[in-house]
T-cell receptor, first 115, second 113 residues
Framework: NAGVTQTPKFRVLKTGQSMTLLCAQD?????MYWYRQDPGMGLRLIHY???????AKGEVPDGYNVSRLKKQNFLLGLESAAPSQTSVYFC??????????????FGEGSRLTVL | DQQVKQNSPSLSVQEGRISILNCDYT??????FLWYKKYPAEGPTFLIS?????DKNEDGRFTVFLNKSAKHLSLHIVPSQPGDSAVYFC????????????FGTGTRLQVFP
């Protein structure tokens, strides 16, 4: 059971380049999320989706776009990468929640460096 | 404005002893609290949680305590094992809305023999 899979695991970009991070989950979860982790900052929510075709902004959405065309996939795009976007990105998913138990299933992370 | 704070960036404990990780929060509307564990090069994994209607939840060697009046929660690991060495994040959420899960900055626990 793969769970949550992120690709690529590592990427180096030059300032201004674009790229897409792909997240795939095989647990039939309704909710999917993109977080970034930076030293001393914990995990911060970038964007999330509560179902196929829906997306919403999280805590730090600027400079990122997302799409959820299929239930199992959640894409995170950087249109014009900046050094401030150097980070480790985590995708997560969770089942539909009538109350917020908050249990998320995370991928292994994608380390992005912007030069 | 950090709503969930873990003021100790690191903790070192001898194997077999108790590890106590602390977390403070500022938002009295938080309804659910969780602890996640993260090994290097892996994603965080859910460890234990507690609802605001309880003051204690236990799961094997792990116990989470919640003190709502002090806006403080703690994770106790007894006995500590070398495999517990990891970064521990506390997180908090409101009653509804998965987007409201707020993470602390993490505490690195090292358990030495």
């Amino acid at each position: 059971n793969a769970g949550v899979t992120q690709t690529p695991k590592f990427r180096v970009l030059k300032t201004g380049q674009s790229m897409t991070l792909l997240c795939a989950q095989d647990m039939n979860h309704e909710y999917m999320y993109w977080y970034r982790q930076d030293p001393g900052m914990g995990l911060r929510l970038i964007h999330y989706s509560v179902g196929e075709g829906t997306t919403a902004k999280g805590e730090v959405p600027d400079g990122y776009n997302v799409s959820r065309l299929k239930k199992q996939n959640f894409l995170l795009g950087l249109e014009s990468a900046a050094p401030s976007q150097t980070s480790v990105y985590f995708c997560a998913s969770s089942r539909r929640q009538t109350t917020n138990t908050g249990e998320l299933f995370f991928g292994e992370g994608s380390r992005l460096t912007v030069l | 404005d950090q709503q969930v704070k873990q003021n100790s960036p690191s903790l070192s404990v001898q194997e077999g002893r108790i590890s106590i990780l602390n977390c403070d929060y500022t938002n009295s509307m938080f309804d659910y609290f969780l602890w996640y564990k993260k090994y290097p090069a892996e994603g965080p994994t859910f460890l234990i949680s507690i609802s605001s209607i309880k003051d204690k939840n236990e799961d094997g060697r792990f116990t989470v305590f919640l003190n709502k009046s002090a806006k403080h929660l703690s994770l106790h690991i007894v006995p500590s094992q070398p495999g517990d060495s990891a970064v521990y994040f506390c997180a908090a959420s409101g009653r509804y809305g998965a987007d409201k899960l707020i993470f602390g900055t993490g505490t690195r626990l090292q358990v030495f023999p």
